[in-house]
């Protein structure tokens, strides 16, 4: 399944939302090399260099998952992979949720949970998405319907907390 939208030459940009970014949808059986080279890399570059947390990446879940891509001039500036449901959790989740640091305070980030959610929906139908979010992006998660759901946790010593979105 790919969902691909451009930005058209008179479209407006709400606030807080970056437009021009083309859309991708994948199976991780559909994406090409070079894809996953950049969606690897990307989350590489964040979660392992940036974040200097040194962890696993590749724990057997992408497989099984959709993977989101947001393309700004052929750059992947955003990416997330969805995960079906019992996978993570009962419920259908969101993770993997990363923007190259060259793009941030553009509204990428907002734009590609928009999407994300939308693709979830449209993958699993109306119905509960949860997440494990870090706990400095409370506020973001909360702005897009997010509720937390748990106490604090430790995952990869960065404090975590789950998150709930009804339908």
């Known amino acids: 399944m790919e969902i691909k939208r451009c930005k058209f030459a008179n479209q407006k940009a709400k606030p807080g939302i970056m437009t021009g970014i083309t859309w991708t949808l994948n199976t991780f059986a559909s994406l090409t090399p070079f894809e996953l ?3 690897l890399r990307l989350r590489s570059e964040v979660f392992v260099v940036e974040q200097q947390c040194i ?5 057997d879940r992408d497989q099984q998952s959709h993977h989101l891509q947001g393309r700004l001039d052929g750059e992947l500036i955003v990416s997330v992979r969805i ?6 959790y009962a419920e259908p989740s969101i993770g993997r949720v990363v923007g190259s640091p060259r793009h941030r305070g553009m509204g990428a980030g907002k734009s590609l949970m928009q999407e ?3 693709a979830t929906i449209s993958l699993y139908g109306p119905q509960p ?3 494990g979010a870090q706990q400095y992006l409370k506020k973001f998660y909360e702005d897009l319907g997010f509720e937390q759901c748990s106490d604090t946790y430790l995952e990869d010593d960065i404090p975590h907390i789950k998150m709930i979105r009804h339908a």
Do not use: E, V
């Open 37 to 39: 080279y950049d969606i």
């Open 55 to 59: 962890f696993l990446d590749m724990d």
């Open 83 to 88: 995960l079906p449901p019992g996978l993570a």
């Open 116 to 118: 994300a959610i939308a």
């Open 129 to 131: 998405i949860k997440i």
